[in-house]
């Protein structure tokens, strides 16, 4: 290589670090102020000028917002709706992905594609309906009514069929020689297959769930029934916006998901790559 | 009968199988969503509230609605996010994306970090830029405040609010767009950058005719996705503006609207018929879309 | 730094054993569960406090509190009124008259009458403001009236003369005038006046009963705000913020007026004396001092204050009702009286309201209760207060002026009177 060319090669390399810095400060800052004003006292955080770092790291925050509000429920209401929507979702969309992917009956491509067009829909158009439903089946403020519409996605089924059509036939063909039924080959021959396509669709429901805010907000009034993201919105009073009290409750909401990120990074970037796939 | 009979019993069973399959599937989309469809378009003629009797109204719903100031406000500022957003979103994760993908030293932990945002729900997002745009406190202002300029009122003045929330908006989505694109480049055959360096193609060249062409169908596919979730923005402006503000007004969003009307004010009817124009609108775009992507996009084979 | 981080793990560990023990424990005697929803998160301890004391008395009972603020609470009821399964005791403000034409308030009539309770025990203005038409469907709990607090380290920084009661309107701008321009002068940061104009009651609704408007009522029209004198209180407020004496609707809209005051950048606020016990309790206490509203053309403050409803809907009426009669009667009214966080609407125990303050004086409270109106109401309140906040919110921000404003807002609540009849 000329020397020529190393510089230029060189340059092109300050330039791509000095942007990924810059994005990463532009990310990561915000995180760093929340966790910095969570350990100030309120006189800390309205004195101008203003101080960057706490005077004493103290966690009478904390305190506060465990006392005032119910956090053990909410992480407790999040992580069993999580689980009951990731286990709930898997099993009926990869059913339905491997009917759609490997069976042949009247009609499916029909249905398959009146699925797909679903996924065009806002989802607010639904929510009036569904919330009427949940006041029927008297199932407003239970964690059921949190669980019970999200077990079934279009988009985790789309997902998983793609997955299942990469898989050869003669997998099949040799199972069913071996007198394997059509359910047979799904659950002991294909679903250990396509593992990481289910911890990638895994993920992104645990995320939606995670993430939602208007429909817990909505069907859910006892507090005790809350999830974290509706429980945050509780932190913002009528009398007076502590603000160190509402970064620790945030700090306390986001911590559990930037953790199993931390230990679960390849899964989640598989995770949300996958959500680039198109048909 | 004669047509189920000719099949073979293993034909039979599979079509049994499938449908049995499918079922639990449709059986839940039919209930939570083709059923509450058409019950919305239903409510959205109707005076529907959270409690009483329903009456049916015809098209009076959509008629105040259309004579409303605050859904053209609303619908104007809806559309303005995706003006914004939408191309800064895809255009900033693109370039972070081809940036990550020259693997230079460090190149996982830059990736961790900035996907941070992906992983942290959008109620602690909103709360967090509604402490740092706070007029009195925030700390924006104090370094403007610091350099000699005038404090800004990031959230509630009119004329810059809803750049504010654009601006968390961006922030929020560019890390998961940033890892689409990145799964996308990696996906690019190796060999026909090799192929271009022997042409002696530059780095411009190679990114205008290899880079973008093959990324193409992600592209249009990831920004028809953000279209539509910009469209449909609600959680920031729930979490960032207080009722009464005064910024309200200029950040108020189709979606804050129908969450105002319908459960606030409890006018379900009114509500459903938001719902209704918002499909209709969503509908639209991503039918035009898709017309575009059918003439500029690069096909395979 | 060591013992914070000992108390909270150990306050952690006490709530991990709470949650596990109230999921496993099938208690013997299975008492009766109430819930009771209230929406202050600065009262909350003080109920926590009542409630204590509550099971102490009925064992038998056991209480869930259910904190909903504010923002949420309206919609939380009208949900929980729509599923018909509203909580068992809630606070009930004059957003009263819909929750009784939907069905969702128990009429407490027959209760009160088998409790021997002498009515006569309570405020008048209280306890008739949740009657309707004659049926009594809450309880009172207490009286808020509004007055004017000021920071006496601002004012004699900038050696302003303190204000006194009786001062007129006039007097309250020149007043904001002369802080304005010592401000000015010698570079402060401090605002002469703050206001919460983003919410009705500690603001405009007081400058219009000055005025001596009904606001709402229950005339056939429903409002009398599309008559001239209704601009002039908005007009005042847009005023005040052209003078520069009040910030702009985008300040106050960003932090509430309070905060600032809180933080001692507003020199005076209009405060409703259900911030009393935050006032007490601020670092400079000591410095803050109360009068009573300027008087604008009638001295009168518009009073609101709460009530104890139950739901229609409750499966344990006789306990929920035992629960009302306790958080209405003497000892709860004295627990929030001692702890500033309510004038008593028992009459018995008011006198406990005033040695319980530590530093500021609250017998201003009080004095500005003396006359007084039930806080304007009618029965589309719940819409109409909004309708009327929107618009208030337009004229602030300058979009609409005071005439055009008040007109427009006098139309969609005239409008607004007329479909809540139709569809009843």
């Known amino acids: ?86 286990l709930g979702e898997l099993l009926i969309s990869s059913m339905a992905a491997y009917a759609f992917a490997r069976l042949d009956f009247p009609l499916k491509n029909g249905i398959f594609i009146f699925c797909l067009s679903l996924m065009m829909v806002p989802s607010q158009i639904f929510i009036i309906p569904q919330y009427d ?109 502590n603000f160190p009290q509402v970064m620790a409750g945030s700090l306390m909401a986001v911590t559990p998901m930037i953790v199993a990120f931390f230990f679960l990074q390849k899964q989640f970037v598989e995770g949300i790559a996958n959500t680039g796939i198109k048909g | 009968m004669n047509f189920w009979k000719k099949r073979s019993e293993m034909k039979q069973k599979e079509i049994l199988t499938g449908y049995l399959m499918i079922g639990p599937l449709l059986i839940g989309l039919g209930v939570f969503y083709v059923y509450s469809f058409f019950i919305n378009i239903f409510y959205s003629m109707t005076n529907k509230k959270t409690f009483g009797a329903i009456k049916f109204v015809g098209l009076r719903n959509f008629e105040k609605l259309f004579a409303s100031e605050k859904f053209w406000t609303a619908l104007g500022n809806t559309f303005k996010y995706v003006v914004i ?43 967090i830029w509604k402490w740092i745009f706070n007029y009195e406190f925030g700390v924006i202002n104090a370094a403007v405040s610091a350099f000699g300029g005038e404090r800004i009122a990031w959230l509630s003045d009119k004329s810059v609010v809803l750049l504010a929330v654009a601006t968390v908006l961006i922030w929020a989505d560019v890390s998961l767009r940033m890892i689409v694109f990145l799964a996308g480049l990696q996906g690019i055959p190796n060999a026909l950058y090799e192929a271009a360096e022997i042409d002696g193609a530059s780095e411009t060249t190679k990114l205008f005719r290899i880079t973008l062409p093959m990324l193409s169908p992600t592209i249009f596919f990831a920004a028809l996705m953000e279209m539509i979730g910009v469209f449909q923005i609600f959680d920031f402006i729930y979490l960032m503006i207080s009722a009464n503000s005064a910024g309200l007004p200029a950040a108020r969003s189709l979606v804050s609207y129908f969450y105002d009307e319908a459960f606030v004010r409890g006018n379900h009817g009114f509500g459903s018929a938001i719902t209704v124009v918002l499909f209709a609108i969503i509908l639209i775009m991503t039918a035009l879309q898709l017309y575009f992507q059918k003439k500029w996009v690069y096909q395979e084979g | 730094m060591k013992r914070c981080k000992l108390v909270y793990g150990l306050v952690m560990s006490a709530m991990m054993c709470a949650l596990i023990l109230s999921a496993v424990s099938v208690s013997a005697a299975d008492p009766v569960k109430i819930s009771f929803m209230l929406w202050d998160e600065v009262q909350r301890p003080v109920f926590d406090e009542i409630i204590a004391k509550f099971v102490e008395a009925n064992p038998d009972i056991e209480v869930e509190i259910q904190l909903t603020p504010w923002s949420q609470y309206w919609t939380k009821l009208d949900a929980a009124a729509g599923a018909g399964e509203a909580p068992d005791v809630f606070w009930m403000n004059t957003f009263m008259s819909k929750y009784v034409d939907a069905g969702v308030l128990e009429p407490l009539d027959s209760y009160i009458d088998a409790a021997g309770l002498d009515r006569a025990a309570w405020l008048g203005t209280t306890m008739n403001a949740y009657a309707d038409e004659g049926v009594q ?33 006039d007097e309250f701008i020149a007043k904001g005038a002369e802080l304005r321009d010592a401000i000015k002068t010698a570079g402060g940061d401090e605002y002469a006046l703050v206001m919460e104009i983003d919410s009705a009651q500690p603001s405009y609704i007081q400058l219009l009963a000055q005025d001596g408007l009904a606001i709402f009522d229950e005339s056939e029209k429903g409002t009398d705000l599309d008559s001239p004198d209704a601009v002039a209180a908005f007009a005042d407020i847009v005023a005040l913020i052209d003078e520069g004496i009040l910030p702009d609707f985008k300040v106050l809209s960003d932090t509430k007026a309070t905060d600032l005051f809180l933080s001692e950048k507003g020199a005076m606020v209009y405060v409703g004396s259900w911030k009393s016990s935050v006032l007490d309790e601020a670092s400079f206490a000591g410095d803050i001092g109360m009068v009573k509203m300027p008087i604008r053309k009638v001295d009168i403050c518009a009073i609101g204050g709460l009530g104890y409803s139950m739901s229609a809907f409750s499966k344990h009426k006789d306990a929920a009702w035992k629960l009302v009669e306790f958080l209405s009667g003497p000892e709860s009214n004295r627990i929030q009286a001692e702890a500033r966080i309510e004038i008593p609407a028992y009459l018995a125990e008011q006198e406990a309201y005033l040695p319980a303050f530590k530093t500021i004086d609250g017998s201003v409270f009080i004095d500005q209760g003396v006359l007084s109106v039930r ?24 979009e609409l002026t005071p005439e055009e404003g008040v007109a427009a807002m006098a139309e969609a609540i005239i409008e607004a009177v007329a479909e809540y009849r139709a569809d009843m």
């Open chain 2, 85 to 127: 957003c939408v191309p800064l979103v895809i255009v900033i994760s693109l370039l972070l994306a081809i940036l990550l993908n020259r693997n230079v030293s460090g190149t996982g932990i830059y990736r961790t970090l900035i996907f941070l945002p992906a992983v942290t729900m959008p109620a602690a997002i909103g709360l």
């Open chain 3, 137 to 169: 469907y809450a309880m009172p709990k207490g009286m808020d009236t509004v007055v004017v607090a000021f920071n006496k380290k601002i004012f004699d920084k900038y050696e302003v003369a303190y204000p006194a009661d009786g001062w007129t309107w």
């Open chain 1, 133 to 241: 439903l949940m006041v029927k089946l008297k199932l407003t403020n239970t964690l059921v009514a949190l669980i019970l519409p999200r077990l079934f996605s279009v988009f985790s089924t789309f997902l998983l069929r793609q997955f299942f059509l990469t898989l050869p036939r003669d997998l099949d063909d040799a199972a069913k020689i071996d007198g394997c039924g059509f359910f047979g080959i799904y659950f002991r021959i294909l679903l250990p297959l396509i593992r990481p396509a289910l911890i990638s669709v895994a993920i992104l429901s645990g995320l939606t769930i995670w993430k939602d805010l208007l429909w817990p907000l909505i069907v859910n009034s006892s507090m005790e029934r809350y999830t974290l993201s509706a429980g945050l919105a509780l932190l913002i009073g009528e009398h007076t916006t």
């Open chain 1, 1 to 86: 290589m000329g020397k020529m060319n190393r510089t230029k090669y060189k340059r092109g390399h300050i330039f791509t670090h000095a942007v990924l810095i810059l994005a990463v400060l532009i990310s990561v800052v915000p995180f760093i102020w929340m966790i910095l004003t969570a350990f100030k006292n309120y006189e800390e955080s309205i004195r101008i000028p203003m101080t960057i770092f706490p005077a004493r790291w103290n966690f009478d925050n904390f305190q506060v917002i465990l006392s005032k509000f119910p956090f053990g429920r909410f992480y407790i209401n999040t992580f069993t709706v999580m689980i009951f929507v990731i």
């Open chain 3, 375 to 398: 806080f304007p109401s009618h029965r589309p309140l719940a819409t109409t207060i909004s309708i009327m906040s929107d618009y208030a919110g337009q004229i602030f921000s300058k």
